[in-house]
């Protein structure tokens, strides 16, 4: 009778270990996903300082000043923000300090100065 009750408890003991590491490994796992989803959204601001970034350099440099970058995300510059946009979500913004006209771009671009406007192609 003993041996019986020994065995019983024994899986008692198991599956309550297994149920406590299922557990953490689904919180783990949660965890993981938030972390992912803070870097997407950290590294779409970095691209959106950058841009603002670049445009100010341009702005600063004055008439001709011209610039080449590219990005992997669509940009939008509305009303002096910069949208950085992935997924048809805008992921990130931020301000812009020089007379720009509202444009929408992604890939390689071309900024430059043009009698103190920055244009984008």
Partial sequence: ??????????????????????????LSFERRID???LKED???????????SIISE??????GTKLYTKTDYKIDIKNQIIEVVKENLTKAMCPIYARIQNVSFSGEVLVKNEKGTIAIQ
């Fill in 35 to 37: 972390i992912l989803n």
């Fill in 58 to 63: 341009v702005y600063n440099g004055g008439d």
């Fill in 42 to 52: 950290l590294d779409a601001l970095e691209e959106c300082h950058k841009f603002s």
């Fill in 1 to 26: 009778m003993k041996k019986a009750q020994i065995t019983i408890e024994f899986i008692f003991g198991i599956g309550a270990l297994v149920m406590i590491f299922v557990l953490l490994l689904h």
